[in-house]
């Protein structure tokens, strides 16, 4: 089992930053992938930002640029900086965290983020 536990969400105005996090524990497998998604009202859940557990990174284009994920390993914490956030941002966030053996897919449940214009 691996429980994951978002933080940070919360009301800003268009341009300012935001930072999110996501507490891991659990059997986390040493290759993995762990991501944010968003799902904003009436929309489909999509990919926003993935990081794999060798460094690597990927980032939806309507992010690039402006959102960053990081991990700490010592505090067990996936963030994702959002910087000169847009109305269009608004949703909630989930973080997401896979095996590279595709064994375990978990998810958790979410943070919103609203942005005003």
């Known amino acids: 089992q691996v429980q994951l536990v978002e933080s940070g969400g919360g009301l800003v105005q268009a341009g300012e930053s935001l930072r999110l996090s996501c507490a891991f524990s659990g059997s986390i497998f040493s290759g993995n992938i762990m991501g944010w998604y968003r799902q904003a009202p009436g929309k489909q859940r999509e990919l926003v930002a993935t990081r794999t557990s060798g460094g690597s990174t990927n980032y939806a284009d309507s992010v690039r640029g402006r959102f960053t994920i990081s991990k700490d390993n010592a505090k067990n914490t996936v963030y994702l900086q959002m910087n000169s956030l847009k109305p269009e941002d608004t949703a909630v966030y989930y973080c997401?965290?896979?095996?590279?053996?595709?064994?375990?897919?978990?998810w958790g449940k979410g943070t919103l983020v609203t942005v005003s214009s």
């Open positions: 997401r965290y896979i095996n590279t053996r595709a064994t375990q897919d978990y």
